[in-house]
């Protein structure tokens, strides 16, 4: 039975310079990177469950013709979501509106090739 999410592909154009955003502006880790194909493996934090695995978008697309490499939809909890959003902000990343739902409050920001994460903080 599945009992847990372990990393998310991320098929991108720049693999190096979506690495670097994650790393920048979200203070993720690098927790593994290989040369053939480029590839890097991010995360929150080192002991993180969950990564995200950055791969060549034309690299894959060549592999895997059946592949839909388009950005999966990808929700990230946070513990003070006002600061996540203001420390974003500073660093230039663009970011949508704080809105307030049932369930907690929400925004979403964009990477370098805009794709469109969301950040929650759950009520």
């Not at 203070?27 to 469950?49: G, I, M």
């Not at 969950?50 to 592999?63: C, N, Q, R, Y």
């Not at 990477?111 to 969301?118: G, L, S």
């Amino acid at each position: 039975m599945i009992n847990k999410i372990g990393q998310v592909m991320l098929y991108v154009n720049d693999v190096e310079a979506v690495a670097t955003f994650w790393e920048d502006k979200l203070n993720f880790v690098v927790r593994q990177k290989s040369n053939e194909p480029l590839s890097v493996e991010l995360a929150p934090t080192e002991d993180s469950e969950t990564s995200f695995v950055l791969h060549d978008k034309e690299f894959i697309a060549k592999m895997s013709p059946e592949l839909h490499l388009g950005t999966p939809s990808i929700l990230l909890y946070s513990n003070d979501l006002e600061k996540d959003y203001q420390n974003l902000q500073e660093k230039g990343v663009k970011v949508g509106a704080i809105v307030e739902l049932p369930h907690g409050k929400v925004f979403n920001f964009a990477d370098v090739e805009e794709n469109y994460f969301a950040v929650i903080e759950p009520k």
